[in-house]
């Protein structure tokens, strides 16, 4: 059993936990995620290692589905039964130059861990962080301690630069071309951001959220295409070259279970008919 040591609210439907879970924070690199499991009738969930700090590790998640708000739902004392990691590729980490950070909404948990990296490496990091308004932004004060420069950008314009981060990224690239970017957030968001990079030929990485279910590449269910190649997130990735990834499947497979987690979100609201804590 993994014990939760601080859990708590960072924004509407966004929680942070930290779980003491040793084997995987001693192992840990940046854009490595972890798979739990709460109990032994809980599915498995991937979640990016957001920090890592002695023997603790962080998940900052969104709540979307049963399992998501059964473990925003936990305190600090609760415990999870599996936490399985580290597990991917990690982020390629070496000296670059300057290094953009581009996160979006929850996907800015990401970006943390990738911007130490990237500084001890010996990067000029500069951030860029949007949310749809300023309540919904997370991490502003961590990104800003790290990064040579933070931009802040809200969909409403209640909080630094009104407009998408895309925004800002583009005059980035027009006046001061950076050497490597990430694009961390919504698929939709990878997908349209990291655009803007292609035409300036910069070096693009995205991070895949497929629907996971191993973490081990043995189901298959994280398959993603890119460059034309049938690549698996959980073991080839979860970083890819942003240029050559088919966001449009990614999107259409990762709507490909709406309808069972809207049965399943039904279900656990109302409770189980036969009685049983399923």
């Not at 599915?43 to 900052?60: A, C, N």
């Not at 998501?68 to 991917?88: C, M, Q, S, Y």
């Not at 990091?125 to 502003?140: F, S, T, Y």
């Not at 990104?143 to 630069?161: A, F």
Request: aromatic content about 6%; glycine content about 12%.
């Amino acid at each position: 059993m993994y014990r939760i040591t601080a859990a708590s609210a960072l924004a509407e439907n966004v929680y942070e936990a930290w779980i003491s879970a040793p084997h995987v924070s001693r192992h840990a690199e940046a854009g490595q995620f972890l798979v739990l499991r709460i109990d032994e009738k809980g599915e498995r969930i991937p979640l990016t290692i957001s920090g890592v700090d002695g023997d603790l590790v962080r998940i900052i998640f969104m709540t979307v589905g049963t399992t998501t708000r059964r473990l925003a739902a936990l305190k600090e004392g609760d415990t999870i039964l599996d936490v399985v990691g580290p597990l991917g590729e990690p982020t390629e980490v070496k000296s670059y130059g300057t290094c953009v950070l581009v996160g979006g909404g929850v996907g800015i948990a990401c970006l943390p861990i990738i911007a130490k990296a990237l500084k001890v490496a010996g990067n000029t990091v500069i951030g860029i962080i949007g949310a749809r308004n300023k309540d919904l932004l997370i991490l502003e004060d961590e990104m800003r301690e790290v990064c040579d420069e933070l931009i802040i950008t809200t969909d409403d314009g209640s909080y630094g630069i009104k407009g998408f981060a895309a925004g800002p990224l583009k005059e980035i690239c027009e006046t001061r071309p950076p050497d490597a970017v990430w694009v961390i957030g919504p698929a939709i968001m990878m997908k349209v951001t990291s655009g803007v990079t292609k035409p300036f030929g910069i070096r693009t990485f995205v991070s895949l959220n497929p629907i996971m279910v191993d973490g081990t590449g043995m189901c298959g269910s994280c398959r993603v295409v890119v460059g034309g190649e049938t690549r698996f997130a959980c073991v080839d990735g979860p970083e890819f070259d942003a240029h050559a990834v088919d966001f449009d499947l990614l999107m259409s497979r990762q709507r490909f279970y709406t309808d069972e987690e809207k049965e399943s979100a039904t279900h656990h609201a109302g409770g189980c008919s036969c009685g049983g804590n399923h």
